[in-house]
């Protein structure tokens, strides 16, 4: 890295703006989140949670048997963009409590907050056209 480069990093870190702007970036993706579990746990037809945190994605828990599948497909044609999360699984067989093909996750990091509970809003009602609302959440 040049020189000039690494002094004026050095300078931004010893202003202090880096460390401002570490905090007000956690501030927000920590309030991104609350709008998320909160809107998750009101709008859901059942229990996705718990939700743990840190990170930039949700991770939610669907009924046993739901088609992750189309609603990931109904949700994309209505803006909500979420991801099956089977694929995020090394060992589907061995995810003890969680049904791998019936987990999702949502990502919060660039949605503007703003648009949070309204896109929450949405996946919900695709989740219970999808039957979410009727499914077991045990296996």
């Known amino acids: 890295v ?32 609350q709008l998320m579990t909160t809107a998750a746990e009101e709008f859901f037809p059942f229990p996705a949670g718990p939700f743990p945190p840190g990170g930039l994605t949700l991770w939610c828990q669907g009924p046993y048997g739901l088609d992750v599948a189309g609603v990931v497909e109904e949700a994309a044609r209505h803006g909500v963009l979420l991801e099956a999360g089977e694929a995020f699984f090394s060992a589907p067989e061995a995810s003890g409590r969680h049904d791998p093909a019936s987990s999702f996750r949502l990502g919060y990091g660039a949605i503007p907050a703003q648009r949070i509970r309204p896109g929450m809003a949405v996946l919900a009602d695709v989740l219970r056209a999808a039957g979410a609302g009727t499914l077991s959440t045990r296996g």
Do not use: I, T
């Open 2 to 33: 040049p020189g000039q480069v690494q002094r004026a990093m050095a300078l931004f870190l010893d202003s202090g703006d880096y460390h401002r702007a570490l905090r007000l970036h956690r501030e927000e993706m920590r309030r991104k989140w």
